[in-house]
């Protein structure tokens, strides 16, 4: 597998998490949910295609989508999370975190062994 | 930004390309709602850009940012088919997803021709139990010399082939056409699940 391949696993990988987190807040339109990662990470390679994720994560009882008119001179749709979706994300964070920190146990162990080794 | 007519020219024409890229898979609402939602996003991204003095540069990179149209109707169809297909577990969804993996990656091209033979075998099958009462002279286990040949519709039956099997084919013939059909249709059910799983993990 090349690094490429592998980072762009990585990054599909937070994706889910990362858009969860960001309406978990409250309900953001499209736009404003693809501007909050932007502003935080770097896993909006093109913005077009996190509506797709979206609508999945609709479909998958994770979201709710609502068009709202009137606020904007143009309507937008509102995502906010289900209580499914809190369950799910909810699960998805303690488990980022519980790999992250084995990850990060590795690489500790892994440093030191090669600062002893020389 | 108010646009002048060139630029919502240019903005009707990438929404005008995307919607006939999402009709080529997705139901007629679903598209209405995609479409409705990437103009309000490009609406909002334009009106963001209050005070640039290039139009079509502001264009040009809100567009680019975007994507392409063909990319984002991938995208969809990317997330929409697979999913489809593995919640509805019908035939021609799973043949779009199936069709879709093939076109899209090397995996999915030779699954997809494996189960395309597995599926006309089927079709033969139950073709021929459906033959065999209208043609019983046609239809049925070929013999030359008493050596079977093969098995089949043959029209005209060739001077010195024997026809073997009675009606008997008939219940054969739509037990294997269904039993390999029901068999292949949930190997691409299957198939199309550990793609999603995958592609989730």
């Not at chain 1, 143009?74 to 499914?84: A, F, Q």
């Not at chain 2, 502001?58 to 392409?68: D, M």
């Not at chain 2, 199936?98 to 139950?126: E, K, N, P, Q, W």
Request: aromatic share 10%; charged share 20%; with cysteine.
């Amino acid at each position: 597998m090349s690094h490429e391949t592998w980072q762009e696993q990585l990054r599909r990988g937070g994706l889910d998490l990362a858009i969860l987190l960001t309406v978990s807040a409250g309900p953001r339109y499209g736009l404003a949910i693809i501007q909050h990662l932007e502003a935080f990470t770097d896993l909006v390679v093109t913005e077009g295609t996190i509506y797709p994720i979206l609508g999945r994560l609709t479909r998958d009882g994770l979201l709710e989508a609502q068009w709202v008119e009137g606020e904007a001179p143009h309507p937008r749709k509102y995502y906010r999370l289900t209580r499914v979706g809190a369950k799910r994300l909810a699960d998805m964070k303690g488990e980022w975190r519980a790999f992250a920190e084995k990850i990060d146990r590795l690489m500790i162990a892994s440093e030191r062994a090669v600062r002893e080794s020389h | 930004m108010n646009l002048t007519e060139t630029g919502e020219s240019r903005v009707n024409g990438y929404l005008f390309v995307l919607e006939r890229s999402l009709k080529t898979f997705l139901p007629p609402d679903v598209v209405r709602d995609a479409v409705r939602e990437i103009e309000s996003h490009l609406r909002e991204r334009v009106a963001s850009a209050d005070g640039a003095p290039n139009e079509r540069e502001v264009l040009e990179r809100i567009l680019g940012e975007l994507g392409p149209p063909l990319r984002v109707a991938q995208a969809y169809s990317a997330e929409r088919t697979i999913d489809e297909a593995v919640t509805t577990g019908r035939f021609v969804p799973i043949v779009r997803a199936v069709g879709h993996l093939a076109a899209t990656t090397v995996t999915g091209f030779f699954v997809a021709l494996g189960l395309l033979v597995c599926y006309l075998i089927s079709f033969v099958f139950i073709a021929l139990a459906v033959l065999k009462p209208i043609f019983p002279g046609n239809v049925g286990v070929q013999y030359v010399h008493g050596f079977p040949i093969g098995l089949g519709a043959q029209f005209p039956l060739e001077p010195g082939t024997e026809l073997g099997g009675g009606y008997w084919w008939i219940p054969f013939a739509l037990f294997f056409g269904l039993g390999i059909f029901v068999g292949t249709h949930r190997g691409a059910r299957c198939f199309l699940s550990w793609w999603r799983e995958r592609r989730l993990s």
